[in-house]
């Protein structure tokens, strides 16, 4: 009797894919229906394989999917848009995979966030065409932190909690936001933060991307917005993977003969 297995329709943009097994390939993905997820493409390193093209790295896909045993399982697959740009340029390419690492790295399977899927979608299109990709890179950051619940507080201290004032200021990763000079003389590990760097973050922060798009950012100062974002998202992820860790060591030590038995393929 033929077994029934449960399929389902996902739309996504593949993060990455390895190789599996003898002839397979792993794909994760961030679909719009279930966040990220990862999934089971039999025979896709085969040469005549028909859905290996479809499932490369930034293809915004249609799937067909089964539910396997462990894994989901790939059954039919189309491409819905690709962005040819991120492989003709090295450093576009760069760009690019630093977007699909940072979406990779802060999500969590089998959790739909369709806002941040669009956030995505549009900032492919975007850098892949861009003449100025600091500057979207930039905006992206901002707006992803909104959405993955990081959104740092650049309008009050958050120390004292008192408006900022246009001066410069301090930035704790720790607690996520701006400290104002008065504060910071009692707090460790600040970072420093230009008038002009935090007004172009708050600008990011409140505004919609045409409007954002119209300020004319000098490089030395987008430079400096990366630099404090890059450290802050660092923060959150040294932070964030110990947890996991933690939790698994706690959980190996409660149950040690659960590695060896059942799920050993992952
Ligand atoms: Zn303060």
């Not at 008038?195 to 919609?208: E, G, I």
Request: aromatic share 10%; net charge positive; glycine share 6%.
């Amino acid at each position: 009797m033929p077994n029934r297995q449960r399929s389902f329709r996902l739309e996504g943009v593949v993060l990455s894919h390895h190789d599996w097994g003898e002839a397979d390939r792993l794909i994760t993905l961030f679909s719009r229906e279930r966040g990220k997820l990862r999934a089971l493409a039999k025979g896709a390193r085969k040469p005549r394989s028909r859905k290996a093209g479809h499932l490369e790295p930034f293809n915004r896909v249609s799937l067909l999917l089964a539910q396997g045993r462990d894994l989901p399982l790939i059954t039919q697959a189309e491409t819905l848009a690709t962005y040819p740009a991120f492989q003709e340029d090295l450093l576009r390419m760069g760009y690019g995979t630093y977007l699909l690492e940072l979406i990779d790295r802060f999500t969590v399977e089998e959790e739909a966030n369709p806002a941040l899927y669009h956030l995505l979608l549009e900032t492919l299109e975007r850098l892949s065409q861009s003449q100025q990709p600091s500057f979207e890179l930039r905006y992206f950051e901002v707006k992803f932190l909104d959405e993955v619940g990081y959104r740092p507080q650049f309008f009050h201290c958050v120390v004292c909690q008192a408006a900022i004032q246009p001066q410069d200021q301090f930035f704790s990763c720790e607690m996520g936001g701006v400290v104002c000079p008065n504060c910071a003389v009692q707090q460790r590990s600040l970072q420093p933060v230009s008038v002009q760097a935090l007004k172009y973050l708050r600008h990011f922060q409140r505004s919609t991307y045409s409007e954002a798009q119209r300020a004319k950012i000098p490089p030395v100062t987008l430079r400096e917005m990366e630099g404090l974002l890059r450290l802050y998202l660092q923060s959150i992820l040294e932070r964030g993977l110990n947890t996991p860790k933690f939790i698994h060591s706690i959980a190996q030590l409660k149950e040690p003969q659960a590695e060896s038995s059942g799920t050993n393929n992952l």
